[in-house]
Nanobody, 126 residues
């Protein structure tokens, strides 16, 4: 069974950059859009970014737009999230997930994302 695995989290200082990656273990990424969603302690899950197959369409959440960059390399079976100018408010567990309800568009509703990874922790100190 194909599983999504995230890695690259860690503890950084405000203003630093960090790169998260997600790969499909036991298979390949599907042609469905892939997204990054995060959840901070005591808060609801928040949409971060999503990208369609081959990167034709990209969408960012308002709180990360201009600071984060999502990309996917289907040949390398990975989806990445480059995070720059990190803020303490970015502290959360970051998940990659697949949206099987769409093909050529991306959605910002976390509820429509189906297959999820186990998450990777990002902590930003002030």
């Amino acid at each position: 069974q194909v599983q999504l695995l995230e890695f690259g989290g860690g503890l950084v200082q405000a203003g630093d950059s960090l790169r998260l990656s997600c790969t499909a273990s036991g298979g390949t990424l599907s042609k469905f859009p892939m997204g990054w969603i995060r959840q901070a302690p005591g808060k609801e899950r928040e949409f971060v970014a999503a990208i369609t197959w081959r990167g034709a369409v990209i969408k960012y959440g308002d709180s990360v737009n201009g600071r984060f960059t999502i990309a996917r390399d289907d040949a390398k079976n990975t989806v990445s999230l480059q995070m720059s100018n990190l803020e303490p408010e970015d502290t959360a567990v970051y998940y990659c997930a697949e949206d099987r309800d769409r093909l050529q568009t991306v959605g910002g509703d976390v509820g429509e994302y189906d297959r999820w990874g186990q998450g990777t922790q990002v902590a930003v100190s002030s």
